[in-house]
Nanobody, 114 residues
Framework: QVHVVESGGGLVQPGGSLRLSCAASGSTDSMNAMGWYRQAPGKQRELVASITSGGIKRYGDSVKGRFTISRDAAKNTVYLQMNSLKPEDTAVYYC????????WGQGTQVTVSS
């Protein structure tokens, strides 16, 4: 079993930055990939960014050039640095971890508003 916990959400003004963290604990011997998804009210959950155990990164089209995913393998933690935030980035951000099975965190709210 793997437990996934997100942190770092909050309220930020347009153009601002936030950094999200996602820590996995438990049976974390074989990580395949970790990533961030988001879901805004009335919309489907979408990929924000992901990173594989080999370091291959993938980004959603709407965040390319603004968001950066990184990983600290020793800590089983991934980070999402979000810059130049826009109101349309407002959503609940979920961490997804692939360790054999798929595990989701409970989500952290990101609100971009003036």
């Amino acid at each position: 079993q793997v437990h996934v916990v997100e942190s770092g959400g909050g309220l930020v003004q347009p153009g601002g930055s936030l950094r999200l963290s996602c820590a996995a604990s438990g049976s974390t011997d074989s990580m395949n990939a970790m990533g961030w998804y988001r879901q805004a009210p009335g919309k489907q959950r979408e990929l924000v960014a992901s990173i594989t155990s080999g370091g291959i990164k993938r980004y959603g089209d709407s965040v390319k050039g603004r968001f950066t995913i990184s990983r600290d393998a020793a800590k089983n933690t991934v980070y999402l640095q979000m810059n130049s935030l826009k109101p349309e980035d407002t959503a609940v951000y979920y961490c997804r971890a692939s360790y054999g099975g798929i595990y989701w965190g409970q989500g952290t709210q990101v609100t971009v508003s003036s």
